[in-house]
């Protein structure tokens, strides 16, 4: 009797611990957004963690007219020093912790620029998707993807209008 007992208690044991690694897992998931900003002079690309665990990015693809790169700069005819970018492959990973971000690309202009340039940036940017390959500190693979179309939103609008 005493080693049903034990055996039982065991298993009860195993299956406590199981619960508790998921509920570990499930308690520091991250959870990723790639995000848009386009206002008061700044267009950016962001991927956000709006989790509570950390978001460990393995690698950023862009993607243009159906070719990835790895780099922003492959993708947009701009004058690199005009913007900030980033970039996460094999060799340099990125780690997001929870509510923060990683900007992917960024430029803030002067009140000098003109319109028809940040509409430009925006055209740049709107031809071009983005793949993020990311996990959690579990090693649970996580898949973002987002276009970024969403910047020909006020192009449109322009050109529908004259």
Known sequence: MSIIISVLAFLVTV?????????NEKSV????????????KTIAVRVVNNGLGPLIIDQLTF?????????IEDCVDLDPTSYRR???????????????????????????????Y??????????ISLNVNCRDIY???????RSFQWF???????????
């Open 118 to 127: 940040m509409d430009r940036v925006r055209l740049e940017l709107s031809a």
């Open 86 to 116: 980033i970039s996460a492959n094999d060799s340099v990973q990125r780690v997001i912790l929870p509510n923060s971000h990683l900007t992917i690309f960024e430029t803030i202009f002067e009140d000098s620029d003109c319109d028809a």
């Open 15 to 23: 299956g406590q611990w199981h619960l508790q690694r998921v509920h």
């Open 63 to 71: 993607n243009k007219s159906g070719i990835s790169y790895l780099r």
């Open 139 to 145: 090693d649970n693979k996580i898949g973002l993807e």
């Open 152 to 162: 020909s939103r006020y192009i449109l609008k322009d050109t529908t209008n004259q």
């Open 29 to 40: 998931k991250p959870l990723g957004q790639v995000y848009f900003w386009d206002r008061d």
